[in-house]
């Protein structure tokens, strides 16, 4: 028998570590080659690493949550044969603090000392016969009051811990429970209500590690302006469910988003340096003739955006099958990593939860997020009469150091009016 190292892959794109998000064996199991045996994210995306050899797994080199660097030991085998090292590696101490177990709920209820528990004794001692204590309430156990200040606290279901005392040491008085009670104190603990013990601690790793970083980055790097415009999407909402209703056999369900991509497509144009990624390192802007459409989604594992490619070579029917082909990708984790990287401007929408305005963090290094919010009908005056029409808040934001205000509100601006001109979206440039 022999053992074989297989150290972390180089999984592409110039990555020089990648984090171990879920373990799929653990020392002693024994593994066929091609099995899957654990997650790795990168900057990128997760991706499932298999086994290269049949074995028994003698040791993990991290655990899950850890980041280790490309060509380091990821696990050992023992094998048939001679393997390819003679004895396993010894991983590398590790510098990240080990998660802490998580509190439960039911442990913060653990035994009083018996410090404490004698005083609940003592004070059960001077209760009048008859008269009965909500159990759910605390009395103050270890605040220093003479046993009358705690019989009062009791009938008046007040917790003495929360009351300050005015006597050596903070002992509490009668004087300070009537200045309590004149304050405004109130039942420590309803009858018939319990107070909530316990937290747990949740160890921020794989994407939702990821998303922190890159929206920590963003708004530390980028100074961020908003601009929210109102937009009467009437004449939009009738004719999408026009085509819908008229659509051809096979063709997806249309919603906003094509509609919006298909308008950015016709305005990005004007606007080259909203159509952008910029490394502030070196200074450059690249501008795009293409437009690469991030679409932000919410998966399980936390927000990814998919890219719909080349947006400005593709129908209106086109753009929706890919937002539903790369969004569906996303969310059962198929997603690959082209298909996660490389938009050039990207789009986040709430609208269906709700909410009249955000202010989106921009997807860096581009230079541009537009942010579609809920459609509802309101009142509005429309040439000196009040009729309902359906309006949409669109909140965008903008990186500051490229495209100056006046720039955002006039590319918000040139979206509202196409939005309200929906036909003009179809229209051929000449």
Excluded at 43 to 65: H, R, W
Excluded at 77 to 94: L, M, Q, T
Excluded at 274 to 297: K, M, P, S, T, W
Excluded at 347 to 371: C, D, H, R
Aim: charged share 25%; glycine share 8%; net charge negative.
């Amino acid at each position: 028998m022999g053992h074989f190292s297989f150290k972390l892959p180089d999984l592409g794109e110039g990555i020089v570590e990648s984090e171990i998000t879920a373990w799929h064996v653990k020392p002693g199991d024994t593994v066929e080659e091609d099995q899957h045996i654990a997650d790795v994210m990168t900057d990128k995306a997760n991706v499932e690493v298999s086994s290269p050899v049949s074995g028994t797994v003698v040791s993990l080199a991290c655990v899950a949550g850890e980041i280790l660097a490309v060509g380091r030991e990821m696990i050992c085998f023992e094998v048939e044969g001679d393997g390819n090292v003679s004895a396993p590696e010894k991983p590398e101490p590790s510098t990240s603090k080990p998660a802490e177990p998580d509190v439960k709920p039911e442990l913060a209820a653990a035994p009083a000392p018996v410090k404490q528990q004698a005083m609940h004794q003592e004070a059960a001692a001077t209760k009048p016969a008859g008269r009965k204590t909500p159990e759910t309430v605390l009395f103050g156990t270890g605040v220093l009051a003479s046993p009358s200040v705690r019989q009062r606290a009791r009938d008046e279901a007040i917790d003495l811990a929360a009351v300050p005392g005015s006597g050596p040491a903070g002992r509490i008085s009668h004087k300070d429970l009537d200045a309590f009670i004149a304050a405004g104190g109130a039942l420590a603990v309803r009858p018939g209500k319990t107070k909530r013990q316990g937290h747990t601690d949740v160890k921020i790793i794989g994407m939702r590690r990821l998303i922190a970083q890159k929206m920590q980055q963003s708004k530390r790097t980028i100074p961020h302006y908003s601009y929210i415009e109102e937009i009467d999407v009437t004449g939009l909402e009738e004719l999408r469910q026009h085509l819908n209703a008229t659509r051809a056999e096979g063709l997806p369900k249309l919603t906003l988003l094509p509609f919006l991509v298909q308008a950015l497509v016709k305005i990005l144009p004007r606007f080259p340096h909203c159509n952008a990624r910029y490394d502030d390192e070196a200074g450059v802007l690249a501008q795009f003739e293409a437009v690469h459409a991030g679409i932000a989604v919410m998966t399980d594992a936390g927000l990814m955006v998919p890219v719909i490619k080349h947006a400005e070579s593709l129908s209106i029917w086109q753009v929706a099958a890919e937002i539903a082909r790369v969004s569906d990708a996303a969310r059962n984790g198929t997603a690959k990593t082209d298909e996660l990287s490389g938009s050039t401007i990207t789009i986040t929408s709430l609208g269906a939860i709700g909410g009249v305005a955000t202010t989106p963090i921009i997807n860096a290094p581009e230079t541009s997020i537009i942010g579609v919010n809920k459609i509802q009908e309101r009142p509005v005056v429309k040439d000196g009469t009040i009729v309902i029409r359906k309006m949409m808040n669109l909140s965008s934001s903008f990186d500051h150091r490229i495209v100056d205000g006046f720039d955002g509100a006039q590319l918000v601006q040139a979206l509202k009016h196409i939005l309200e001109t929906p036909g003009a979206i179809f229209v051929e440039e000449a």
